[in-house]
């Protein structure tokens, strides 16, 4: 019985062996080579992820660097419920991004999710957790007329207005970085401590001051922290008058309370460029620049924004040279 149980068995393996099974199918195989490089699309395909500031605060700005082991042709992200806009300059390895944490960010760790497709057709997948620690912002007392406290219904009406100039403004989309370098400062003086103050106007409201301030004497000319394209220039209400220049993957810079306005909507600036003199319109104590920097709809830290060291983009030089020559009707070089 014990030799005829082995011989049967014996058998059976000698039938399996004679009788391969059929190959897999072309489309079998494709979803097996999918799935291998679904598997293999991972952070080691990521060299490394760094940004500055080292940290990231209530109000902060955030410049990312991420360098992939092989050239990618499209890089997106997401941090704090915002999408990155991710760009090159000249090795597509490395990817950049000019964001921020918004001033009312509450305090927490947030995932920086980054998605990239390389060259070789890979993917690349990596979540890494970002802290937002608590800002330390001042407060204050500030006594403004007191139709900037209560409008009348008028008024309102032109707040009104002036709020849908401005939604239209930042509503403006470019798809490629337009600054290039550093920001650099609009006037000379030094900033206040302002950016995030919690401010008491004429002991009945609180309001957020969500700028910096630059103590400048009337008359003191307004410099473009960097190029890009004039997207607002007129008198509002509470701003006085006011340009807004877009520098490009919804990064904007505002300059308020200005007395002169000296750029147009639509103008092209480069970086230094006058925007306009300083001066005490709208709701304010005295002479001053209000500088604002928004991002994605995010209110960002102007004074943390020029302390960044930003890398130079050629195509935005180029580009904003340019387009300035032309509408000044200048032939180029």
């Not at 072309?26 to 992820?49: C, E, M, T």
């Not at 409008?151 to 009406?157: I, L, M, R």
């Not at 920001?183 to 609180?206: D, H």
């Amino acid at each position: 019985m014990r030799i005829w149980l082995a011989a049967l068995a014996a058998g059976a393996l000698l039938a399996t062996q004679g009788s391969p099974l059929p190959a897999p199918s072309a489309h079998a195989r494709a979803r097996s080579r999918a799935a291998a490089r679904r598997a293999a699309a991972s952070g080691d395909l990521v060299k490394n992820i760094f940004w500055q500031p080292n940290e990231l605060p209530q109000g902060s700005p955030a410049f990312f660097t991420v360098e992939f082991v092989r050239p990618a042709r499209r890089v997106t992200g997401t941090w704090i419920g915002k999408q990155l806009s991710f760009f090159h300059i000249r090795h597509s390895q490395i990817w950049y991004a000019l964001a921020g944490a918004d001033l009312e960010t509450p305090p927490g760790n947030y995932d920086l999710a980054l998605s990239a497709t390389l060259t070789n057709g890979r993917v690349a997948r990596v979540v890494k957790k970002i802290e937002v620690p608590a800002g330390t912002f001042g407060t204050g007392d500030v006594d403004v007329p007191e139709n900037y406290v209560e409008p009348n219904p008028q008024e309102q009406q032109q707040i009104a207005r002036d709020q849908k100039l401005k939604d239209r403004a930042f509503a403006h989309v470019s798809p490629q970085p337009l600054w290039s370098g550093n920001f650099v400062a609009p006037v000379s003086a030094k900033p206040t401590p302002s950016f995030g103050e919690s401010r008491l106007l004429n002991e009945e409201r609180t309001s957020t001051h969500r700028g910096t301030d630059y103590p400048a004497p009337e008359g003191t000319p307004v410099l473009a922290a960097n190029s890009g394209t004039v997207v607002l220039a007129t008198s509002l209400y509470y701003e006085g008058n006011c340009v807004i220049v877009d520098h490009g993957l919804r990064f904007f810079t505002i300059y308020m309370h200005l007395k002169q306005i000296d750029v147009h909507e639509g103008d092209p600036v480069r970086k230094g460029e006058r925007l306009g003199l300083s001066g005490a319109t709208g709701r304010v104590t005295g002479p001053h620049l209000h500088l604002g920097v928004r991002w994605n709809g995010a209110n960002l830290d102007p004074v943390k924004l020029l302390a960044l060291t930003l890398p130079t983009i050629p195509q935005a030089d180029a580009s904003a040279h340019g387009r300035r020559t032309l509408r000044r009707g200048v032939r180029r070089p």
